[in-house]
Structure formats: structure tokens, C-alpha cells
């Protein structure tokens, strides 16, 4: 067996010569620590011998896998992943502690074997009789996952080989995994690569998926090698603010179907209810009309979803005004901010801002600069926008208000909450006309501020 040491970043992975302080790829600090390799031939290893490789037509079983899907039934789920999970893929689901991940896992599982799809739940973090009283709260007692502690990696990949009918293994959480032919410590960046491919060699094998939970850093990165997240199918994200009661998942990384798809859950005593119309949810504190709130009309994924903006722009005392964002990015607001004060002669230097996007969303559409600015001039001006308006645009730095993608979906979302006025770009062909609301169009930001004027 060949031992060989290695310095490795903790945080990006990058393999370095010597010690050093300052990781030279990621520019991390104090992230190098010396792991020992030991190279120990694996079982798919030896079995590699030099034998010629077959190929096979790219027309072979090309329906059959899709329809072999594993849907779970939890519909937000579904979408997510693309219409179910793929036999043989691997997903890795990535979420700050506490967020619920392990709560989703076990209630995923239950559906599966409810439908009939074998399911192991594999837990590194919690005994099996935690997972059991959680399974209690959950009220899926009485369903048949297998269930067990473990968090040798070669132990699992040998289970893995030995039964074959297994369907679907959810490993919680892959930080948790060792190799014991490896020196170093589960959760270094070394041990989580191996553990990984180890897994992912015997499930492939297999034809058996396999979902790992992955621990996120400060940042929100998945913990460990970024290569974890090229040797997986599939990255999902598991977020929400802590503060509130909802949680999305949302697709980063999807080889088998579209990423930015994204599936809102709400967390109960009893586990995660899935919220099927999530826009309803984000509007709900929406009462009376306040001046510096906007409804954004935006897409996420394939779904038009609802959210509100809320600015306030005050008086500051500080040299360097306040600039703060929640939900949104800080960059775009300095943009939009320069576009107010020197195309349309908007006073804002001098004043904090604040923006946030409720219910703890976070908008990465540029679509969302009209909205944003209606918010902004709206508190500015101190005066409520108009009564059930929808927003939503992309603003250029010359003030021009571009198109977005799919305003038609935006807009029928829009009149199914029974909103009844959209301030949108002028479209390129009229074919908006049928949306049954009001639609107000505007060609540049000083037009917008103009017709905003003119309402109230
Ligand atoms: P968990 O799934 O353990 O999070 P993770 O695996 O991502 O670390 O979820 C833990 C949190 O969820 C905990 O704060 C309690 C809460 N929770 C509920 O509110 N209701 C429930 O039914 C369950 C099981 C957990
Ligand atoms: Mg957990």
C-alpha cells in the first residue's frame, strides 16, 4: 500500500507542495492541512482489467430510463429534480444546518417506499432511534425504509454490491463518511472525495440512486471539494431564512432536466408541507398600501411566482450612507441607484436605503429592476404606488426598460391573484393585450416616473 502526503485546501480542494497560509488557488486562509493518501486498489479498481470497451448506440434504451423516473409524489420535489429521480443518479443536497434537510430526506423516503421503491436511509449524524422518534413526528412510522447508522463508506458501497433490488440510498451527510483505508479524518477534503466516488462507483454499478446531504460553509458553498459537485448528477439547495416558516429547494446543477427550478415547502410540527401556490404565501401580510412597497412579478424556474419589495430610502447621518439588501444583490442596487440620480435627476446621495425582499425570498432576475425602482421612488416621493399593481422589467444603464422573458406567464399570474394593473417594457409586438389586466408600458425609467406622476 503506497502512502503518499499532500496539502490540501480545505475549502476549494486545490492540492499543494508545501504548507502554506494562504491557499494560493482560493486565496483562503489558514485552509491547508497535511493529509496522508493512502492509495489501496478499490473493488471497482480491480476489477478494471484492459479489456476492450463496448459502445453502445445513443438510440439504445433511450425512453425506457425516463419513464423508470422515481416520482415521490411530493409534487415540489418532483420538479425540482426534473420530473423525479433518475435510476442510478446521484443528487447531493446541500442547506445551512437546521434547515430541514434530514426532515425532507426521511419524508422523500417514505414516499418512495410507499410507492414501492426499495429505500435505505443512512444516517452518519443521528442514531437510529433519533431518526426514528423524528419519523414519529413526521407520522411515517409505519413505513418500510430500512434504516441504519453507519458512517464507513466502504461498509456501505459493499451493501451496496450485495443488494442489488436496492433502489434509492440517502446518505446523511457525505462529511460524515470515511474510508478506513484513508489516514485522514472524515470530513477533509480527501476523505469526502473518496468516500464520494467510492459510493458513487458501487451505486452506478447498481443502477441505484444515491442522494448525499452535503454541510454548506459560512458562504453557502457545499462544504469539501467543489469537485463533490462535478462528480453528482444533480445539486440542490436547500435554503430559507430561519426566521421564517418556508424553505425552498431550488436546482443548481441538473444533468436531467432544467436548473433554477425551485420547490417552496412550509415547515409544521409535523414536517414539511409542500406549498403548491407559493405566491399566495408571499403576499399574504400584504394589507394596506404603504409608499416604498412593490409587487415583483417574477419567474423562477418554469413557475411565475409573486413577491413583494419593500424600500426605504431615509435620511442619513453618516459620510457614507447606508446601503442595505436582503434578498437581493447590492451591486444591482448601486447600478439602479446610478441610474435614478443621473438619468432621471432622483436626489438619493445623502440618504440610506434600505431593501428587502419579503418573507426572506432571495430574487436573482434582473427582471426585478423595475419593481426595485417603483419601490425606491415610491418611498422617495412618499407616496403608495397604484392600488393591485404588478411590476417587472429590466432597466439598462441608458434608463431604457428592457424586455424580460415570458411577461405573459407573469401577467396570468398576476390576474389569478386578482391584481388588475402591470407596469411592464413596451413589447416589441403587441400580443399582451388579452391578459385582462391593465397594462401600463414604458420605454424608459423617466417615463415610468412620469406615468407614476400622472396617477397620483
Ligand atoms: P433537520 O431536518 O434536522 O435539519 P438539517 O438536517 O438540515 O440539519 O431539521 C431540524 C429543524 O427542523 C429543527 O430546528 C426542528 C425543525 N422541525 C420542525 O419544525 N418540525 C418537524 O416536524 C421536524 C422534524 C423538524
Ligand atoms: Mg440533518
Request: proline residues 4%; aromatic residues 4%.
Given at each position: 500500500?503506497?502512502?503518499?502526503?499532500?496539502?490540501?485546501?480545505?475549502?476549494?480542494?486545490?492540492?499543494?507542495?508545501?504548507?502554506?497560509?494562504?491557499?494560493?488557488?482560493?486565496?483562503?486562509?489558514?485552509?491547508?492541512?497535511?493529509?496522508?493518501?493512502?492509495?489501496?486498489?478499490?473493488?471497482?479498481?480491480?476489477?478494471?482489467?484492459?479489456?476492450?470497451?463496448?459502445?453502445?448506440?445513443?438510440?439504445?434504451?433511450?425512453?425506457?430510463?425516463?419513464?423508470?423516473?422515481?416520482?415521490?409524489?411530493?409534487?415540489?420535489?418532483?420538479?425540482?429534480?426534473?420530473?423525479?429521480?433518475?435510476?442510478?443518479?446521484?443528487?447531493?443536497?446541500?442547506?445551512?444546518?437546521?434547515?430541514?434537510?434530514?426532515?425532507?430526506?426521511?419524508?422523500?423516503?417514505?414516499?418512495?417506499?410507499?410507492?414501492?421503491?426499495?429505500?435505505?436511509?443512512?444516517?452518519?449524524?443521528?442514531?437510529?432511534?433519533?431518526?426514528?422518534?423524528?419519523?414519529?413526528?413526521?407520522?411515517?412510522?409505519?413505513?418500510?425504509?430500512?434504516?441504519?447508522?453507519?458512517?464507513?463508506?466502504?461498509?456501505?458501497?459493499?451493501?451496496?454490491?450485495?443488494?442489488?433490488?436496492?433502489?434509492?440510498?440517502?446518505?446523511?451527510?457525505?462529511?460524515?463518511m470515511y474510508l478506513p483505508a484513508l489516514d485522514s479524518?472524515?470530513?477533509?477534503?480527501?476523505?469526502?472525495?473518496?468516500?464520494?466516488?467510492?459510493?458513487?462507483?458501487?451505486?452506478?454499478?447498481?443502477?441505484?440512486?444515491?442522494?448525499?446531504?452535503?454541510?454548506?460553509?459560512?458562504?453557502?458553498?457545499?462544504?469539501?471539494?467543489?469537485?463533490?459537485?462535478?462528480?453528482?448528477?444533480?445539486?440542490?439547495?436547500?435554503?430559507?431564512?430561519?426566521?421564517?416558516?418556508?424553505?425552498?429547494?431550488?436546482?443548481?446543477?441538473?444533468?436531467?432536466?432544467?436548473?433554477?427550478?425551485?420547490?417552496?415547502?412550509?415547515?409544521?410540527?409535523?414536517?414539511?408541507?409542500?406549498?403548491?401556490?407559493?405566491?399566495?404565501?408571499?403576499?399574504?401580510?400584504?394589507?394596506?398600501?404603504?409608499?416604498?412597497?412593490?409587487?415583483?412579478?417574477?419567474?423562477?424556474?418554469?413557475?411565475?411566482?409573486?413577491?413583494?419589495?419593500?424600500?426605504?430610502?431615509?435620511?442619513?447621518?453618516?459620510?457614507?450612507?447606508?446601503?442595505?439588501?436582503?434578498?437581493?444583490?447590492?451591486?444591482?442596487?448601486?447600478?439602479?441607484?446610478?441610474?435614478?440620480?443621473?438619468?432621471?435627476?432622483?436626489?438619493?446621495?445623502?440618504?440610506?436605503?434600505?431593501?428587502?425582499?419579503?418573507?426572506?425570498?432571495?430574487?436573482?432576475?434582473?427582471?426585478?429592476?423595475?419593481?426595485?425602482?417603483?419601490?425606491?421612488?415610491?418611498?422617495?416621493?412618499?407616496?403608495?404606488?397604484?392600488?393591485?399593481?404588478?411590476?417587472?422589467?429590466?432597466?439598462?444603464?441608458?434608463?431604457?426598460?428592457?424586455?424580460?422573458?415570458?411577461?405573459?406567464?407573469?401577467?396570468?399570474?398576476?390576474k389569478k391573484l386578482g391584481f388588475q394593473k402591470a407596469?411592464?417594457?413596451?413589447?416589441?409586438?403587441?400580443?399582451?393585450?388579452?391578459?385582462?389586466?391593465?397594462?401600463?408600458?414604458?420605454?424608459?425609467?423617466?417615463?415610468?416616473?412620469?406615468?407614476?406622476?400622472?396617477?397620483?
Open positions: 500500500m503506497a502512502k503518499n502526503t499532500q496539502y490540501l485546501c480545505q475549502q476549494c480542494g486545490a492540492v499543494s507542495p508545501k504548507w502554506t497560509g494562504k491557499c494560493e488557488a482560493c486565496s483562503a486562509w489558514n485552509s491547508i492541512v497535511e493529509e496522508q493518501i493512502s492509495i489501496r486498489p478499490s473493488h471497482a479498481k480491480l476489477a478494471r482489467t484492459a479489456n476492450r470497451i463496448e459502445f453502445s448506440s445513443l438510440a439504445d434504451k433511450k425512453t425506457e430510463q425516463i419513464k423508470e423516473r422515481m416520482l415521490s409524489g411530493i409534487s415540489e420535489f418532483d420538479r425540482v429534480t426534473g420530473g423525479g429521480i433518475v435510476p442510478g443518479s446521484v443528487l447531493l443536497i446541500g442547506g445551512d444546518p437546521g434547515i430541514g434537510k434530514s426532515t425532507l430526506l426521511l419524508q422523500l423516503a417514505c414516499r418512495l417506499s410507499q410507492n414501492e421503491r426499495q429505500t435505505v436511509y443512512i444516517s452518519g449524524e443521528e442514531s437510529a432511534d433519533q431518526v426514528r422518534i423524528r419519523g414519529q413526528r413526521l407520522g411515517v412510522v409505519n413505513t418500510d425504509i430500512g434504516l441504519a447508522t453507519s458512517t464507513n463508506a466502504s461498509e456501505i458501497s459493499e451493501t451496496i454490491r450485495r443488494t442489488p433490488q436496492l433502489e434509492l440510498i440517502i446518505i446523511d451527510s457525505i462529511q460524515t479524518s472524515p470530513g477533509t477534503v480527501s476523505q469526502v472525495r473518496a468516500s464520494a466516488q467510492e459510493l458513487i462507483y458501487a451505486a452506478k454499478e447498481n443502477n441505484t440512486a444515491l442522494i448525499f446531504v452535503g454541510h454548506v460553509t459560512k458562504d453557502g458553498a457545499i462544504a469539501g471539494p467543489r469537485v463533490l459537485e462535478h462528480m453528482v448528477d444533480s445539486v440542490l439547495h436547500f435554503e430559507g431564512d430561519r426566521s421564517h416558516h418556508f424553505r425552498i429547494l431550488r436546482g443548481i446543477k441538473n444533468r436531467f432536466g432544467a436548473t433554477d427550478e425551485i420547490g417552496v415547502f412550509e415547515m409544521t410540527s409535523n414536517g414539511l408541507n409542500q406549498i403548491s401556490n407559493p405566491s399566495e404565501l408571499f403576499l399574504t401580510e400584504r394589507k394596506n398600501e404603504v409608499a416604498g412597497t412593490a409587487v415583483f412579478a417574477a419567474i423562477e424556474g418554469s413557475r411565475p411566482l409573486l413577491v413583494e419589495i419593500e424600500a426605504l430610502v431615509a435620511h442619513s447621518s453618516l459620510a457614507t450612507p447606508r446601503r442595505n439588501v436582503v434578498g437581493w444583490e447590492n451591486s444591482r442596487l448601486s447600478m439602479l441607484t446610478a441610474v435614478l440620480e443621473t438619468r432621471c435627476g432622483m436626489q438619493l446621495s445623502g440618504r440610506d436605503i434600505f431593501l428587502n425582499v419579503a418573507g426572506g425570498m432571495k430574487i436573482q432576475e434582473p427582471a426585478a429592476d423595475l419593481a426595485v425602482a417603483a419601490a425606491l421612488i415610491s418611498s422617495v416621493t412618499n407616496r403608495p404606488l397604484p392600488n393591485s399593481s404588478v411590476f417587472f422589467g429590466e432597466i439598462a444603464l441608458s434608463a431604457q426598460i428592457r424586455q424580460v422573458s415570458q411577461p405573459e406567464q407573469r401577467l396570468k399570474e398576476a407596469f411592464l417594457p413596451k413589447p416589441i409586438k403587441s400580443n399582451d393585450s388579452n391578459s385582462g389586466l391593465v397594462l401600463s408600458y414604458s420605454e424608459n425609467l423617466s417615463d415610468f416616473i412620469d406615468i407614476l406622476d400622472g396617477i397620483s
